[in-house]
C-alpha cells in the first residue's frame, strides 16, 4: 500500500464520517479489518478506546494510530490530514452559505435523517465495544459505577475516565502481581 492510497481510504472515511469519533469505528473496521486485512478487529477497538481517553477529535486520533501502525509517522500525518480533509472543505463551503439553508425544509429533513442514522451507528459502535471487552465482575462493577457517577451524580466525563482510569490501572497492578508470584 502506497502513502497516497492511505491518505486516499482516510479521504473516503473522512467523507462518510457524518457523526463524530463514535460513528467512525464500524467505517474503520468495514475499510482496514473486513475489507484490506490490514489490521485486527482487536488492534482497531484499542486505538479506538485510547482515541477516546486522549486531547483532541477521536477521529483524527485513531487516524493517526491506525495510519502509523502501517506506516510510520507518514502514515500517521496521511491518516490525519485525510480524515479532515473532506469536512474541512465542507465546512469552509457551508459557513459560507449557511444563511440559505437554515430555515429550508429539505435541509431540515436531511440533517434529521443523518441524526437517526448516526445513533444506529453510535449503538454499533457500542455493541463492538461490548462484544469485545472482557467481561468479568470487576468490568461490570466499573461499569455501573460509571453509570452512577454520570447520569446520578452527573460527574464531568473527563473526571470519571481519570478516576476510572486509574482504578484499571491499580486492579491491573494489584491482579498482576497475584498473577506473577
Known amino acids: 500500500m502506497s502513502l497516497f492510497k492511505l491518505f486516499l481510504i482516510f479521504v473516503k472515511i473522512g467523507a462518510i464520517l457524518l457523526g463524530g469519533g463514535y460513528v467512525i469505528l464500524p467505517i474503520m473496521q468495514n475499510e482496514f479489518v473486513d475489507k484490506h486485512h490490514l489490521i485486527s478487529r482487536e488492534e482497531l477497538i484499542n486505538y479506538f478506546a485510547i482515541s477516546q481517553s486522549l486531547p483532541g477529535i477521536v477521529a483524527a486520533n485513531i487516524s493517526m494510530f491506525v495510519g502509523y501502525k502501517l506506516m510510520g509517522k507518514s502514515g500517521a500525518l496521511a491518516g490525519m490530514f485525510g480524515i479532515i480533509f ?68 452527573k460527574s464531568s466525563p473527563v473526571q470519571t475516565i481519570l478516576f476510572f482510569s486509574v482504578l484499571g490501572v491499580l486492579y491491573k497492578a494489584l491482579t498482576r502481581k497475584g498473577v506473577s508470584k
Open 86 to 153: 473532506v469536512p474541512f472543505w465542507c465546512i469552509i463551503l457551508l459557513a459560507s452559505v449557511l444563511s440559505l439553508f437554515l430555515n429550508n425544509i429539505h435541509v431540515l429533513g436531511v440533517m434529521w435523517g443523518i441524526g437517526v442514522a448516526v445513533v444506529a451507528l453510535i449503538l454499533l459502535t457500542t455493541r463492538e465495544l461490548w462484544h469485545n471487552s472482557k467481561r468479568d465482575l470487576f468490568f461490570h462493577t466499573i461499569f455501573i459505577l460509571a453509570l452512577v457517577a454520570l447520569l446520578i451524580f
